[in-house]
């Protein structure tokens, strides 16, 4: 069996969870999130927990299990600490900002490129080169700040571009490290 699928779901204090066929809503201090989960799911809400159970071990059902229980975990999580990813800039004259609800970026080219903020995402500018994107929705944050790091994806040989603050380039050498071969 499913050992995360079988884990059941703390609710803290302040959450509530409600199930309503096949649709998961849990709301919390940070916002209200809602799921449609697989029919063959099966999801009870009994005291201050939340079980997700399947119908039998075919292997779709054993797949969807463990993928269900950690969708609405996040759930649980977002509307209670919320979800964050940091994006950093490097280059030189390389510059972000926020200019209202937008996120203005001098990424090298001609032009400013504007991002503009979607709502249930928050966007934080603390220095010209780092970004701050969070929310409640694990899944909105993270494609949202791959929306973002995909204006300028940081290049191998200087490294120049947007990266998340946790990731490592791999750089590699220029034309001169080639050196004298014959």
């Known amino acids: 069996m499913s050992r995360i699928g079988r884990k059941p779901i703390n609710i803290p204090a302040g959450v509530t969870a409600t199930v309503d066929g ?22 009870k809400v009994e005291g201050n927990e939340i ?3 399947r119908p039998n071990d075919e292997k779709e059902n054993k797949a969807l299990h463990g993928t269900t229980r950690s969708i609405i975990n996040n759930m649980v999580l977002g509307v209670t600490e919320g979800f964050k990813k ?5 280059g030189v004259g390389y510059r972000v900002q926020k200019q209202g609800s937008n996120l203005v970026m001098n990424l090298g080219f001609s032009h400013q490129v504007i991002v503009p903020e979607v709502p249930g995402i928050t966007i934080e500018c603390p220095t010209a080169n780092k970004i701050v994107i ?28 947007i990266k998340y603050v946790d990731e490592h380039i791999r750089r590699k050498e220029g034309k001169a490290g080639k050196g004298a071969k014959k």
């Open 134 to 161: 969070s929310g409640p929705d694990k899944q909105q944050v993270g494609q949202f700040a791959a929306e973002v790091r995909e204006k300028r994806p940081p290049e191998p040989y200087k490294g120049k571009g």
């Open 86 to 90: 940091e994006l950093e800039v490097n």
């Open 22 to 43: 096949s649709v998961v809503t849990v709301k919390g201090p940070k916002g209200t999130l809602t799921t449609k989960i697989h029919p063959n799911m099966t999801v």
């Open 51 to 53: 079980l997700v159970t």
